[in-house]
């Protein structure tokens, strides 16, 4: 198994900046194919944000946060970071980080992903 925790989650105003953490662990750590991040909306499905390959080598996001939004891993930390620039409030959601262990063919999808955190708050209001 891999363990998943988010931090980082908080309030901000819009065009303010946040940057999650989202740390990896486990037994099953060797496994992880790609790290991504979803966000789910009170009364919303759970949508795809971001992923990166645990390699490092590649990254790819939802069209609504290219440009403001940055994904990126610490290789010696086991770490994946999330960083969100020009929040808008419809930012605002719990967002997820979770670990991808086998191959798949689409990554957006949040069926592609084995090991889910708990979810951070983020929101963006005045």
């Known amino acids: 198994q891999v363990q998943v925790v988010e931090s980082g989650g908080g309030l901000v105003q819009p065009g303010g900046s946040l940057r999650l953490s989202c740390a990896a662990s486990g037994r099953s750590i060797f496994s992880i194919e790609v790290m991504g991040w979803f966000l789910q909306a009170p009364g919303k499905e759970r949508e795809f944000v971001a992923a990166?390959?645990?390699?490092?080598?590649?990254?790819f996001y939802a069209d609504s946060v290219k440009g403001r939004f940055t994904i990126s891993r610490d290789n010696a930390k086991d770490t994946v970071y999330l960083q969100m620039n020009s929040l808008k409030p419809e930012d605002t959601a719990v967002y997820y980080c979770?670990?991808?262990?086998?191959?798949?063919?689409?990554?957006?999808?949040?069926?592609?992903?084995?090991?889910w955190g708990q979810g951070t708050q983020v929101t963006v209001s005045s």
């Open positions: 979770a670990a991808a262990r086998t191959y798949y063919s689409d990554y957006t999808k949040p069926s592609a992903y084995s090991d």
């Open positions: 990166v390959w645990w390699s490092g080598i590649s990254t």
